[in-house]
């Protein structure tokens, strides 16, 4: 079985007006890194259509942007993009991956300009490739996390917004370049 996790990395340097937004929410936050935090949210990482009003609503309230990201069993690395409440970008590697006729369909969504400008990345081939690349014996292409991990480095997200979301954390995982003992856990008000 392949990774399962959801989370969503804000632009923002102040840890204070995300843990204040995240009150009576059960979550893990990074600590700020090169001008982001990370926010593994519990009731983001169960699924479904949650994890995009929630990533729209704190984009709104920080005024700023947010990348929300799901790895579906490895094989499917879904993303939407945030600016001030509004989807600027979305992402799915595997459109066709739940339809029953099995044919193959290139990625949709993800638009390299788009993130370029937000992230300040000055390389739209390579964002482009890591998107549609199309090449059965790059890991990019079979495993999401993988592909995650590559635009993460591209758009200069941290390497422990990748491969992690709640349900990981709470068992004790610790992400890629971070310790465990440096995530914050709120609790949740319920």
């Not at 739940?98 to 990345?121: I, K, T």
Request: charged share 25%; net charge negative; with cysteine.
């Amino acid at each position: 079985m392949g990774a399962f996790y959801t989370n969503v990395t804000v632009r923002s340097s102040s840890l204070e007006e995300v843990l204040s937004y995240l009150s009576g929410r059960a979550a893990f936050v990074s600590p700020e890194w090169n001008g982001y935090i990370t926010i593994y949210d519990e009731q983001c990482d169960e699924g479904g259509l949650y994890p995009n009003e929630f990533s729209s609503d704190i984009s709104r309230h920080l005024s700023t942007v947010a990348f929300l990201v799901t790895v579906h069993d490895d094989d499917i690395l879904y993303f939407d993009v945030f600016e001030n409440g509004e989807r600027r970008d979305e992402y799915d590697s595997c459109p066709n991956y739940f339809s029953e006729d099995g044919e193959d369909v290139p990625p949709e969504g993800g638009n390299p300009e788009v993130l370029c400008a937000l992230f300040n990345c000055k390389d739209i081939a390579a964002v482009r490739h890591t998107l549609y690349v199309d090449d059965e014996e790059s890991d990019i292409c079979i495993f999401a996390t993988e592909r995650h991990r590559v635009l993460a480095e591209q758009l200069r997200l941290p390497s422990f917004s990748v491969g992690y979301g709640y349900k990981y954390l709470a068992t004790g995982e610790a992400p890629n370049g971070l310790s465990a003992d440096k995530l914050i856990h709120t609790a949740s008000g319920a």
